[in-house]
């Protein structure tokens, strides 16, 4: 299993950034996703996840509200939809995939893209 993000860059806050994830194998639609952030100095933490069908999903409460998950299955790919972005949003987000476990554990997760940086500007 291999994934890709993308979609990560400066931007002002206030505004919005979409992240994508693309991934490699056939039972992409079996495995729930997750995006996960790190922020400087910090322990990663749990952001977003969506279920396989995509019909169910969970927000951490920092984000809830603000950013959305959604998956193409067709396309193998996740997505991060961040709006009203604020400098503590600032950090380098992970777009994983777990085969079981609870969906805030990343041991939940055993397979990681490498990451994309966000940095929102005061």
């Known amino acids: 299993v291999q994934l890709q993000a993308s979609g990560g860059g400066l931007v002002q806050a206030g505004g919005s950034l979409r992240l994508s994830c693309a991934a490699s194998?056939?039972?992409?639609?079996?495995?729930?996703m997750g995006w996960f952030r790190q922020a400087p100095g910090k322990e990663r933490e749990f952001v977003a996840a969506?279920?396989?069908?995509?019909?169910?999903?969970t927000y951490a409460d920092s984000v809830k509200g603000r950013f959305t998950i959604s998956r193409d299955n067709a396309k193998n790919t996740v997505y991060l939809e961040m709006n009203s972005l604020k400098p503590e949003d600032t950090a380098f987000y992970y777009c994983?995939?777990?085969?079981?476990?609870?969906?805030?554990?990343?041991?939940?997760?055993?397979?990681w893209g490498q990451g994309t940086q966000v940095t929102v500007s005061s």
């Open positions: 994983a995939a777990r085969t079981a476990g609870a969906i805030w554990y990343q041991e939940s997760y055993p397979y």
């Open positions: 194998g056939r039972t992409f639609s079996s495995w729930t």
């Open positions: 969506i279920s396989g069908s995509g019909g169910s999903t």
